[in-house]
C-alpha cells in the first residue's frame, strides 16, 4: 500500500506541524478542526514556520508555494475524502476524546485505511479496540514537528507487521529517523522526559533552588539545552499532568504521582507559554 492522501485531524501546535511535513513533501493534506479559527491559525502558523525555512536556505519559495498547495482544510469531518489512506490524530490528549473521535472515524472512511495517533501516553491497543486493531498504530512525533527528527513508532498488541512497515517507511520519506516502540504507558520518550520534569517540579515545590537556578543546573551541568521547568512550560503544563496522570494510572506506582504544585498551577490556568504564565512569565 502506498500513502498519497493524508488526513490529519487536530490543527494545533502538532497538527499544523505534521500537516507542514507531509505537505512539504508532496503528499495531499487534509487539515481538520472543529472550529475555523484554529485552522486559520494552524495554517498562519505552517507559512510562517515555512518562511523560516526559506529564510534558512532549507527550501525554495517553489517549495513553501507548493506545500500551502497540497494543503486543504474543513471543519466537516463527514466531508473527509473517502480516498485517504492515512488519518493521523493530534487532538487533545484525552482518551474518551480520541475514542469518540475513531468510532466517527471508522464510518466514514474506506477499509484499508490506516489510523494513527499522535498520542504522547495514551495505549495504542485500547484506542484501537472498537475500530481496526490490525491497521492501528502510534506515530509520535516531535515538537517542533519540522525540525526534530525522532518519530516513535508504537505497536499496539494487533498492529500488523504490513501496517507498521509502511508507517515506519512512511517516517523515513519524509526524512526522520523512525524508533519501533511497543505499548505501554508513556511510550520510551515520555516515560523517560516527562517524570524528570516532575521531578524537577518537586524540586521547586519543596524549595530546593529557585526555578532559574534548577534549569540552570540542568543546563549547564547536564548539557540540556533547555531546562526542565522551561521545557515543561514549551509542552505545555496541562499536557506533562495528562501524561504523569497515564503513568500513574497505567504502573499504579507512585513514583509517577503528579507533583501537587503541577496540579495546582494547571487549576489555576498557568499552563506555560501558551497562557503566557507557567514557571516562567511569558508576557
Known sequence: ????????????????????????????????DTDQTFLERGIKTISSNLDRQLKKGIITSDQKEAALTNINTTTKI????????????????????????????????????????????????????????????????MNPVPMMQLVEIIRGYATSDATYEIIR?????????PVEVFDYPGFVANRILIPMINEA????????ASAQDIDTVMKLGMNHP???LALADFIGLDVCLAIMEVLYEGFNDSKYRPCPLLKKMVAAGKLGRKTKMGFFNYE
Open 78 to 141: 463527514e466531508s473527509l475524502q473517502n480516498d485517504t489512506d492515512l488519518v493521523i490524530e493530534a487532538i487533545v490528549e484525552n482518551k474518551t476524546a480520541k475514542l469518540s473521535l475513531y468510532s466517527q472515524l471508522n464510518k466514514i472512511v474506506n477499509d484499508k485505511c490506516i489510523f494513527a495517533s499522535n498520542t504522547s501516553s495514551i495505549s495504542i491497543t485500547e484506542l484501537a479496540t472498537h475500530t481496526r486493531p490490525d491497521r492501528f498504530i502510534g506515530m509520535h512525533f
Open 201 to 208: 517540579i518537586f524540586a521547586l515545590y519543596e524549595g530546593v
Open 226 to 228: 533547555m531546562g526542565p
Open 169 to 177: 517507511q512512511l517516517a523515513i520519506d519524509l526524512g526522520k529517523t
Open 1 to 32: 500500500m502506498q500513502i498519497k492522501n493524508v488526513t490529519v485531524i487536530g490543527a494545533g501546535t502538532m497538527g499544523s506541524g505534521i500537516a507542514h511535513v507531509f505537505a512539504l513533501h508532496n503528499y495531499s493534506v487534509f487539515l481538520i
